[in-house]
């Protein structure tokens, strides 16, 4: 009988640590890592990957993933690009707990954005997990309780402070989402009713989390010309609760906050040197994307004033409005810009997505580059034409930061990608390559790897990726995604590895 599974042979073994690659294979076995190195011995499989590089699969810490790894559990658009663990649940939005008052607000707003249809089969957190497991998505996946949902569920829209019933109602929520495994709490402070919330609200709950080893991340409530004091309010969030804090696609947007990295990244290292656990992501892009509707509210439209945006998808008027910068749509209305984006709201029940090109190059090499930060490509699994990000970030960051601009050595790009949210997001034996440990893999060739997705046309896998291993199955084989769906459910662990 066959000593092993597979071999990977030949490679260059990059193992997630940041340490250096050496030559050597990879044996698996049984869904685990049976052998790094010198692997000697027979496999019912092997593969000869010489010339490529070897490495632990890529986690994608910050995805809108949530229906869709149920709706459509091949993911490909994270396959692909080597991303075998999907963390959902981000920005405060999600689809679970789900009670009769959530569910007609998530059918009107979350469902179309996280790649739904806006009917929830579940009621509680721990149902929705045991729903991805059902629907065996082809990565893993792991999720985040949303602030945002759970103050729906007991408050709907309802501005102000809960009442002492609401909050103990909320807390019970995170804690049934802990308790079936969730990572921590995630917030989105600019969108309703997260905006809604006050500090205090956001410490109690934490608190909650930080009873399980939970983490608190955060779409800050401003990413603009206050954003130093929004990065405040969130370590704030996480010094009095007890827990570690995320922040979230680190950036600061706009014409006006151009540069103020500079300071936010300083400030965030005082933190972590007086305790705080604290660590970022970025997406390696300068145009963000999000809901129209929650962009339109911040300034009744002002958000769009000189600002370069397209409507990434629409419910019905494709032609019109779908894949088109705002400016050309208001401009075929013959209505000012503000106008038109209400008009494009008003005709498409308040459902389209957007891109819009608000931040400075400089800004996402900056945080990028910065020892703490990982990657997460904040994709939104929509219709239309999404963010390249959605299809491209991991290839972008090896092609462009790595290969192109040298900014970071490939195994500190890898690092970003594997050990550094695998460890920060409890996922016990993954992000590593090291013997006994779950055999979530990515090959690929650094000379050719490539983001080919465009703001034109998004939906293109990219290049150079050959390989994807997720639980020891082979998910992408020769650049073409197999049949295999062998992904899970991954639960919280108690303690980092």
């Known amino acids: 009988m066959p000593e092993y599974d597979l071999i990977l042979r030949n490679g260059s073994i990059i193992d997630g640590t940041g340490a250096p690659a050496v030559a050597g294979s990879i044996g698996i076995s049984g869904g685990s890592i049976a052998a790094v190195g010198d692997v000697s011995g027979d496999a019912t499989a092997e593969i000869d990957v010489a010339g490529m590089v070897i490495t632990p699969g890529f986690v994608d810490v910050h995805a809108h993933d949530d229906a869709a790894v149920v709706r459509d559990p091949r993911v490909d658009f994270k396959i692909m690009q080597g991303v075998t663990t999907d963390v959902v649940g981000n920005c405060g939005a999600g689809n679970a707990p789900a009670n009769d008052q959530f569910r007609p607000m998530y059918a009107a707003g979350f469902g179309a954005i996280l790649g739904g249809d806006g009917e929830i089969p579940w009621r509680t957190t721990a149902e929705y997990f045991d729903a991805v497991d059902a629907a065996r998505p082809a990565c893993n996946v792991a999720a985040y309780v949303p602030q945002g949902v759970i103050r729906m569920n007991v408050m709907g829209s309802e501005r102000g402070r809960p009442t002492d019933e609401q909050m103990a109602e909320m807390k019970r929520l995170v804690d049934d989402a802990m308790q079936a495994g969730a990572i921590g709490m995630s917030t989105g402070l600019i969108y309703v009713p997260g905006a809604y919330t006050e500090t205090g609200e956001l410490i109690e709950l934490a608190k909650v989390v930080a009873e399980y080893g939970g983490i608190y991340t955060s779409h800050i409530r401003n990413e603009g010309a206050d954003v130093m004091k929004a990065v405040a309010e969130a370590i704030e969030i996480g010094e009095k609760a007890g827990c570690g804090v995320q922040i979230s696609h680190h950036k600061s947007a706009g014409p006006g906050a151009y540069g103020l ?114 990657i997460g490509s904040d994709g939104l699994p929509t ?13 972008r960051v090896l092609q462009t930061y790595v290969r192109d601009e040298g ?18 997001h409890r996922l016990g034996d993954r992000g590593e390559l090291r013997k006994g440990w779950a055999a979530d893999i990515v090959v690929f060739d650094p000379a050719t790897v490539a983001d080919i997705a465009t703001y034109d046309d ?21 650049g073409t995604q197999t049949e295999a769906r062998p992904g899970k459910m991954l639960r919280r662990k108690a303690t980092g590895a």
């Open 458 to 478: 998004p939906r293109q896998y990219p290049a150079g990726i050959q390989y994807v291993i997720v639980n020891g199955e082979v998910v992408v084989r020769d």
């Open 261 to 374: 990295t500079k300071e936010t990244l300083p400030f965030l290292a005082a933190a972590r040197a007086r305790g705080v656990d604290v660590t970022i992501d970025v997406y390696p892009y300068i145009a963000s994307s999000s809901s129209l509707a929650a962009m339109y509210r911040v300034g009744r439209g002002a958000a769009f004033e000189g600002v370069e945006a397209i409507v990434a998808s629409v419910k019905y008027n494709k032609e019109k409005y779908e894949g088109r910068y705002i400016r050309d749509i208001a401009a075929d209305l013959d209505l000012p810009i503000k106008e038109a984006v209400a008009k494009v709201l008003q005709d498409e029940e308040n459902t389209p997505s957007v891109i819009m090109f608000v931040m400075d190059e400089a800004d996402v090499r900056r945080v990028i580059s910065d020892d703490h930060c990982m």
């Open 407 to 424: 900014l970071m050595t490939l195994e500190e790009g890898v690092r970003k990608m594997t050990s550094l949210p695998a460890r920060k």
């Open 383 to 395: 219709d239309g034409k999404p963010h390249p990000r959605l299809y491209g970030t991991m290839a």
